[in-house]
């Protein structure tokens, strides 16, 4: 194999083990731009980190869909009712 | 704070201040209207720290009750739906403290983001979001909480990096790490449903 070759080779096995490690960071926006790059170059050429990447995208986006719902509930009224009576006995800090 | 609750116009805020001032000074029909304001969000973000619905209820008037108490000392540096939220993170931790190591999370997890309301998509997505919510909801209740309570801080409930980190007084280094590694976990546990789901 000729050198670049062996090179090519080097870089892209202490990247496969490098993104991983920084696949959320990198998908939070947290790397700074030259780790941006190293992601992006990797990631279009490895299958497995392109799979990882899209894989937690996903999962990241279906947490914050969870997040964004409402309870099907509402217990406000219950909170209110149980907690109305109890305000007065309960002593107060001082500012 | 970007929770879901924290999201209000300047008016809003102006008026906000004013009960909470106005609570603070002991008026009890301001305070009552705090509380009508967030115990629906509070209540749902403690059912996903992993209480079931009596814990999250009692759990809510907890804090409410807490809050009361030390609302006179409360110097409006934050938003009130931070303070409250603290407050309501730690008497949910020390609840789930309280219980048997064993299955602290997993039937808490099962039903809390399966028990909520969605925009009602067409039948075949509602199923698959229906799916969804209940396998990571399993998954979520798998996760020992040392790494489930940072995912649901920063991406279930929103809040940033800097205000998730701090909550758990951990630094922020230290916070993304368990967050990665909690991400990592639930991958692992939903494989077979995002590799379908995949674009």
Same mark, same amino acid.
């Given at each position: ?95 | ?123 075949? +997505?509602? !199923?698959?979001?229906?799916? /969804?919510? #209940? ?5 979520? *209740?798998? &996760?020992? =909480?040392? $790494? ?23 630094? +922020?280094? !230290?916070?993304?790490?368990? /967050?990665? #590694? ?5 991958? *692992?546990? &939903?494989? =077979?449903? $995002? ?5």
């Amino acid at each position: 194999m000729s050198i670049p070759g062996r090179l090519h080779g080097l870089r892209f096995r202490r990247d496969h083990r490098w993104v991983p490690a920084h696949a959320s960071a990198y998908l939070d926006g947290d790397l700074a731009e030259h780790d941006r790059r190293r992601v992006k170059r990797h990631s279009g050429e490895c299958a497995e980190c392109r799979a990882l990447l899209s894989s937690l995208r996903v999962l990241i986006g279906a947490l914050r869909g969870a997040g964004a719902q409402a309870p099907a509930q509402p217990v406000a009224g219950a909170v209110l009712a149980s907690i109305r009576g109890r305000l007065d006995e309960v002593p107060r800090d001082r500012p | 704070m970007t929770a879901p609750a924290g999201e209000t116009t300047p008016g809003e805020e102006r008026g906000e201040a004013e009960l909470v001032r106005r609570a603070a000074d002991g008026d009890m029909s301001a305070f009552e209207e705090l509380v009508m304001r967030y115990a629906d969000p509070l209540f749902a973000s403690l059912r996903r720290f992993g209480l079931d619905e009596a814990e999250a209820q009692e759990v809510a008037q907890e804090t409410f009750l807490r809050a009361w108490r030390a609302l006179p000392r409360f110097e409006q540096r934050s938003r009130f739906y931070t303070w409250l939220y603290r407050i309501g993170f730690n008497e949910a931790q020390r609840r789930l403290a309280r219980r048997p190591a064993a299955g602290v999370t997993v039937t808490a997890g099962e039903d809390a983001l399966a028990d909520v309301a969605d925009a009602r998509p067409g039948p075949a +997505e509602e !199923a698959e979001q229906e799916d /969804l919510r #209940r396998a990571l909801a399993r998954a979520l *209740g798998q &996760l020992p =909480p040392d $790494l489930r309570v940072p995912v649901v801080l920063r991406d279930i409930e929103g809040l940033s990096t800097q205000e998730a980190a701090s909550l758990l007084e951990l630094g +922020e280094p !230290a916070f993304k790490s368990r /967050l990665h #590694r909690g991400r990592m976990a639930l991958r *692992g546990l &939903l494989i =077979p449903w $995002l590799a379908t789901t995949e674009p």
